[in-house]
């Protein structure tokens, strides 16, 4: 009885657990690697600007200056966001000033020119020699995930 409640358990967190990962769409990567066919900067392949899921498409979801889940809306709820190549979070992909976690808030950790997390330092996280650097024009980038 124990092993059956145990494995029941078990089943319902894999469950849950897929359940949360699959709710996040891939966006591609921000990289600035022109020829990557995952680069925001490819564009003919995530950066296409025709791409219904691009964050450079300024007509959908991601890109859109208007949507709350936008890279582009300075006022986005919901922007994307980033992991480096271990799966860690690195950021949000926004352009709002002041939410915490965005990559453009000067005095946030990851939008600071002087955190080693930020990809604004280019002597931390976005040093442009590292290889999953979303600086390195050679790398791979980081993952964008956008909510669905």
Known sequence: MKRLTLAMGVFIL????WG???SAEDLGRLSANPY???STSNLYGAGSPYRADSIN???GPYGSPYSSKSATN???TDAPRLYDSQGNYRESLSTNQYDPDSISNP???YGSPFSPESINNSFGAGNPYSADSPNNPYG?????????
Do not use: H, K, M
């Open 74 to 76: 300075p006022y986005a």
């Open 36 to 38: 990557g066919p995952e």
């Open 20 to 22: 949360i990962c699959a």
């Open 14 to 17: 894999v469950t849950l657990q």
């Open 140 to 148: 791979r980038g980081w993952r964008i995930e956008g909510s669905d």
């Open 57 to 59: 498409n300024p007509y």
């Open 107 to 109: 005095f946030g950790r």
